[in-house]
């Protein structure tokens, strides 16, 4: 490895755009934020980043070889290059911004959504280095998952797989916002949680604080201050959320049979109250061959950089995939 | 590829053990069967193949490559080589059959479970030849599966990847042999099929012949064949079947995205009864981005030698992989 390699890291997001050039050991050279503009469509942002980034290249010592660029993106389709039907942008169907790229720089560009970008950075820069089979959930208003096996994201067929805040809990649950019930990220989420607290006051006669809340205040970081002070609906909230998060991860190692599984997300950081139940509940769903053998960690990438060191990582890993195929294609 | 290149395939089971010459075609080239002997440990087993194998070769022409050894055993372990706790044969906590076929062979020998061999015997013979992502589903008396991502089967980081049968479907549900409860087998299975039966006669009213069948008697060729005449006990059932697999299979999408499913085994051929109805439960369950876009289809490779076949494509996966290990290693 040459230790003046960089890639450009670009986390787009509804409002603000990040950027950073990183080094291969994860530390930031150079980082800026501009305005999204998402009612603009996606070549006039990727305009503006371009004008962006020549004058931050500008300030970079000379020596630095700059080695490619990796792009996380919601709704962002790694096989084809495409951000397709993002909820918060005015892009349309389909805006291929790897294409888009490549009209400015002659270099490797990859993109993918924001969840298999957590996984790439843990896997670079974070807890699963040297793990060649982990899955990353990130927990905020949804539930978003990457899942690497033998080493590499897994994309499926269509570059849409890892997809787990829509598998099933419930056939006739909590409707989602897909439009269909019961899927996990309506149970185990920020959302979840406060859903979960809803159902209970209803159910059952405890006092608390949270019944002086309307649906539309409630937020997880009440459900979590009240947890802290012993409240009981919000015990049970945490509790009844840890063991679905528990049981599907259970089915996830059945799937894949992952060394760990990292919580990422604001979710994650409420330590004891989520993450040791859910432990306690993974194992006890787990088949008994992967028992004792799964560990729940929380992501070891600070909440603050994650997407921008998740979309270094993107390029990173493109360009490592790009060598090994050079490698193998090369005649022996 | 040399057309002169051939594998030995082994499939061991509880009774008897096959094993034969299979070119690259999936042409068998000679083929015998021996018992199993599953009272004696598996180092005899070995010996006695030995024996075996070499009177075949000596009967087979001279010009052919014998290039590796593929092996399918229940409880096999890919990573360690071994058959670990088999229900069927007194083999102990581990038997390393790798190993033991290296004392009489310097060729590549691989061993893995029959999920994942018939996972390979499709991937080479069958149905899913050209695809990187797809799911083999064998239905028998339990549910088992391989998984393959990325044009490589899953085996997670302990070997044990791709259990589906054990994933859970209602955690208050049916008792498993594994411990559990509600796992995916439990529902669907042939036995499944029949405890699913056992339930509707307990809760429907309808006439029915099977009611004349105890639980030790009833088969699922007697609900096939009820449900082919009209039956509405058998029709039901074989209806709430593909809806629990059409749920667990749309949670097998989410996870690793396959570009289609195949089902193997007897429950396979019920066709219509539960192949077109789980496809449309499948649908119905599916997360939006994935509608439209997974197949549900039989097994392409026939019953009758798809374990054999299975176990000499564990040999050629096995010398593929050894091969492109061998070109990635290699000074560019």
Redesign the interface.
């Known amino acids: 490895m040459n230790h003046n390699e960089i890639v450009l890291g670009i986390d787009i997001g509804g409002t603000t755009t990040a950027f950073a050039f990183v080094d291969k050991k994860g530390r930031l050279l150079a980082d800026a934020v501009i305005p999204t503009q998402s009612q603009q469509p996606a070549k006039t942002l990727v305009a503006r980043l371009h004008a962006e980034i020549e004058k931050m290249r500008a300030e970079l010592p000379p020596d630095l070889q700059w080695k490619g660029i990796g792009i996380g993106a919601p709704n962002a389709n790694y096989l084809r290059g495409t951000v397709e039907n993002p909820p918060n942008l005015n892009w349309g169907a389909s805006a291929n911004l790897v294409e888009m790229f490549h009209g400015y720089y002659d270099l490797p560009v990859a993109i993918t959504n924001d969840a298999n970008a957590a996984a790439l950075g843990e896997m670079y820069f974070g807890g699963a280095r040297y ?4 899955i990353v959930i990130t927990l905020g208003t949804g539930l978003g998952s990457g ?1 690497v ?2 080493g ?1 994201l ?11 805040g ?3 809990v419930d ?1 006739d649950g909590r409707h989602c916002g ?3 019930q019961g ?1 996990l990220e309506t149970y185990v989420s920020a959302t979840g949680l406060c859903r979960t607290v809803f159902s209970l006051l209803a159910e059952q006669r405890d006092a608390s604080p949270l019944r002086d809340r309307s649906y539309q205040q409630l937020t997880a970081k009440d459900v979590y201050e009240a947890a802290r002070t012993g409240d009981n609906i919000a015990l049970t909230a945490f509790d009844k959320t840890a063991r679905i998060l528990g ?1 599907k991860l ?10 760990a599984i990292f919580l990422f997300g604001g979710l994650a950081t409420a330590g004891d109250l989520l993450l040791a139940p859910a432990q306690h509940y993974l194992e006890s ?1 787990l ?4 028992r004792g ?1 799964v560990r729940l960690l929380r992501s070891e990438i600070q909440n603050g950089s994650s997407a921008i060191m998740g979309a270094a990582a993107i390029g990173w890993h493109e360009i490592q995939k790009l060598m ?1 195929s ?3 294609d ?1 005649p ?1």
């Open positions: 793990m060649k089979d982990f899942i096996t033998n590499e897994v994309y499926g067929a269509n570059g849409f797989a890892g997809e787990l829509h598998t099933v056939p897909c439009g269909k899927c049981m259970a089915d996830a190692v059945a799937h894949t049979g992952p060394e769903f088949f008994s061959p992967y053998k090994i050079t490698i193998a090369s022996s």
